[in-house]
């Protein structure tokens, strides 16, 4: 507008009144009235300066924008700082949904914009844009931020490659019964991940479940279950703690010891009565000290507890078989570490299991018997048990508790 049309125009005088009495939002409506799109916009600017909050900054500096009109350099000057200003209210709000990230990405196109490249460049990078946020980088020229952002982006796609070949033979390990493996294939999960609490979930739950004592139950869903047990001391009594656990009325807490000897000494094994209330005998004669367990025999825990055993094999292995009382056709099978335990006698199959690290391993001594784990089929010859593992071989149905 020419001087004399400003000098004649209502409008605009009552703009340039307006705005020396600081009535910016009435300026800025009468330079619109009068043409001043340029003028209505730079008012714009100076409510957005004055503004008391990021929200009403934010509405002036649009309000600026949609008044620029053609005016590239004015333009470029209010998309950069408009970018900024969402870009600071989105961070003080917190980014996170989907609909938070678009306002990123809007604030970073503002910002590219308005030539601040760097800001735009890091705004991208917060959401994980990177392919955005390397073309920032590289329209402004900034080399060495580039060059980061795409080195970065590599390393993404490499974790995120590890991750999916990690959980993948997490899987395979899991189903084929190789529990420590699988373990530490989700301990890489849980490394790799960027969102981490389901693989640390699932960690947590499969640690909860593994066997590391040197102890395992192992029966059938109806029928005989036995305690398999590799170490020095296995316990008796009616403590659930117990190797034996033991339900039968007179049976103390920690009724019995059988103590295990290295595999070369003979006799290995050696029962001791620990004092329990009821007694423990042999052939109707009170237990006193360690007596030695060769052969066969049977002895009785109180009154109502009777258990047969038998030590057989080479290394020797001793088994239990309770034949009276509340845990009738209750078995213990003891040894070593490292030794195969036959359990072939308790379920009629060709089994048994080897205790690694205090790790049981089941396995079955004859091939091309059918094994199912938790209702896969496994091919090879061990199984690393865990608690709740569901099997059946040849068609026998087993579970471990």
């Given at each position: 507008?020419?001087?004399?049309?400003?000098?004649?125009?209502?409008?605009?005088?009552?703009?340039?009144?307006?705005?020396?009495?600081?009535?910016l939002d009435q300026a800025a409506e009468?330079?619109?009235?009068?043409?001043?799109?340029?003028?209505?916009?730079?008012?714009?600017?100076?409510?957005?300066?004055?503004?008391?909050?990021?929200?009403?900054?934010?509405?002036?500096?649009?309000?600026?924008?949609?008044?620029?009109?053609?005016?590239?350099?004015?333009?470029?000057?209010?998309?950069?700082?408009?970018?900024?200003?969402?870009?600071?209210?989105?961070?003080?709000?917190?980014?996170?949904?989907?609909?938070?990230?678009?306002?990123?990405?809007?604030?970073?196109?503002?910002?590219?914009?308005?030539?601040?490249?760097?800001?735009?460049?890091?705004?991208?990078?917060?959401?994980?844009?990177?392919?955005?946020?390397?073309?920032?980088?590289?329209?402004?020229?900034?080399?060495?931020?580039?060059?980061?952002?795409?080195?970065?982006?590599?390393?993404?796609?490499?974790?995120?490659?590890?991750?999916?070949?990690?959980?993948?033979?997490?899987?395979?390990?899991?189903?084929?019964?190789?529990?420590?493996?699988?373990?530490?294939?989700?301990?890489?999960?849980?490394?790799?991940?960027?969102?981490?609490?389901?693989?640390?979930?699932?960690?947590?739950?499969?640690?909860?479940?593994?066997?590391?004592?040197?102890?395992?139950?192992?029966?059938?869903?109806?029928?005989?279950?036995?305690?398999?047990?590799?170490?020095?001391?296995?316990?008796?009594?009616?403590?659930?703690?117990?190797?034996?656990?033991?339900?039968?009325?007179?049976?103390?807490?920690?009724?019995?010891?059988?103590?295990?000897?290295?595999?070369?000494?003979?006799?290995?094994?050696?029962?001791?009565?620990?004092?329990?209330?009821?007694?423990?005998?042999?052939?109707?004669?009170?237990?006193?000290?360690?007596?030695?367990?060769?052969?066969?025999?049977?002895?009785?825990?109180?009154?109502?507890?009777?258990?047969?055993?038998?030590?057989?094999?080479?290394?020797?292995?001793?088994?239990?078989?309770?034949?009276?009382g509340m845990d009738r056709d209750r078995?213990?099978?003891?040894?070593?570490?490292?030794?195969?335990?036959?359990?072939?006698?308790?379920?009629?199959?060709?089994?048994?299991?080897?205790?690694?690290?205090?790790?049981?391993?089941?396995?079955?001594?004859?091939?091309?018997?059918?094994?199912?784990?938790?209702?896969?089929?496994?091919?090879?010859?061990?199984?690393?048990?865990?608690?709740?593992?569901?099997?059946v071989i040849a068609g026998v149905e087993?579970?471990?508790?």
């Amino acid at each position: 507008m020419s001087f004399l049309k400003r000098l004649f125009s209502a409008d605009y005088r009552a703009a340039v009144s307006a705005e020396a009495a600081g009535q910016l939002d009435q300026a800025a409506e009468r330079y619109v009235l009068a043409g001043e799109h340029a003028e209505a916009a730079r008012v714009h600017l100076a409510r957005a300066e004055r503004a008391e909050s990021r929200v009403a900054e934010i509405a002036a500096l649009r309000d600026a924008l949609h008044w620029a009109g053609n005016d590239a350099e004015l333009r470029q000057s209010i998309q950069g700082k408009l970018g900024r200003a969402l870009l600071a209210r989105l961070r003080a709000e917190g980014v996170a949904t989907q609909r938070d990230k678009d306002r990123v990405r809007e604030s970073a196109q503002l910002l590219l914009a308005g030539g601040d490249f760097q800001s735009a460049g890091e705004a991208f990078e917060s959401i994980d844009d990177t392919q955005s946020a390397a073309a920032a980088y590289s329209e402004g020229g900034l080399v060495d931020r580039m060059e980061a952002v795409l080195g970065k982006d590599e390393e993404r796609i490499g974790k995120e490659r590890a991750l999916r070949e990690s959980y993948a033979d997490y899987q395979m390990h899991l189903r084929i019964g190789e529990r420590d493996k699988a373990v530490a294939e989700l301990r890489k999960c849980v490394e790799f991940a960027e969102q981490k609490g389901e693989y640390r979930r699932l960690l947590d739950q499969l640690e909860s479940r593994l066997i590391t004592a040197g102890v395992v139950a192992v029966g059938r869903r109806q029928g005989a279950r036995v305690s398999v047990f590799a170490g020095d001391t296995a316990v008796l009594g009616r403590d659930p703690l117990c190797e034996l656990p033991l339900r039968s009325t007179g049976v103390s807490r920690r009724h019995a010891e059988i103590t295990v000897a290295k595999k070369d000494t003979k006799p290995r094994f050696h029962l001791v009565d620990t004092g329990s209330k009821n007694g423990t005998t042999i052939a109707g004669m009170p237990l006193a000290g360690a007596i030695p367990m060769v052969e066969s025999g049977q002895f009785s825990l109180g009154d109502h507890c009777a258990i047969e055993y038998a030590v057989s094999g080479e290394p020797a292995q001793l088994s239990l078989h309770v034949v009276e009382g509340m845990d009738r056709d209750r078995w213990l099978i003891a040894g070593g570490m490292g030794e195969r335990l036959d359990l072939s006698e308790v379920f009629g199959v060709p089994l048994a299991i080897e205790f690694r690290r205090g790790r049981p391993h089941l396995w079955c001594s004859v091939d091309g018997v059918d094994m199912r784990l938790d209702g896969e089929s496994v091919a090879h010859g061990a199984v690393q048990l865990i608690h709740g593992d569901q099997l059946v071989i040849a068609g026998v149905e087993l579970e471990v508790s």
